[in-house]
């Protein structure tokens, strides 16, 4: 079993660039599809950006497409998502997945971290 946990959130002003990490324990990074997601209160969490098992594809929501960025560091077993030319409405609790398999998905995630907030003012 893999124990992820993030780090990187803060409060940025609109336009700046963040860049998330989730870390890893337990297991390698590389035997999971991984997944960012985020949510705001009283909304559904929404599916940001995923990677495959094999580092070869990458997917993005509509709403972040040309501005974040997924990434995995086998070395360190961390997964990325760098974000950039953010905007108020990118603020959320931001949160990393994995689950097993090969593809991309943006459900049936096994495993959570904990979340890092992010918070874009305008």
């Known amino acids: 079993q893999v124990q992820l946990a993030e780090s990187g959130g803060g409060l940025v002003q609109a336009g700046d660039s963040l860049r998330l990490s989730c870390t890893a324990s337990?297991?390698?990074?590389?035997?999971?599809?991984l997944g960012w997601f985020r949510q705001v209160p009283g909304k559904e969490r929404e599916f940001v950006s995923g990677?495959?098992?094999?580092?070869?594809?990458?997917y993005y929501a509509n709403s972040v497409k040309g501005r974040f960025t997924i990434s995995r560091d086998n070395a360190k077993n961390t997964v990325y998502l760098q974000m950039n030319s953010l905007k108020p409405e990118d603020t959320a609790v931001y949160s990393c997945?994995?689950?097993?398999?090969?593809?991309?998905?943006?459900?049936?995630?096994?495993?959570w971290g904990q979340g890092t907030q992010v918070t874009v003012s305008s």
């Open positions: 997945a994995a689950k097993g398999g090969t593809s991309v998905v943006t459900n049936l995630y096994e495993y």
């Open positions: 337990g297991r390698t990074l590389s035997s999971y599809v």
């Open positions: 990677l495959s098992r094999s580092g070869g594809s990458t």
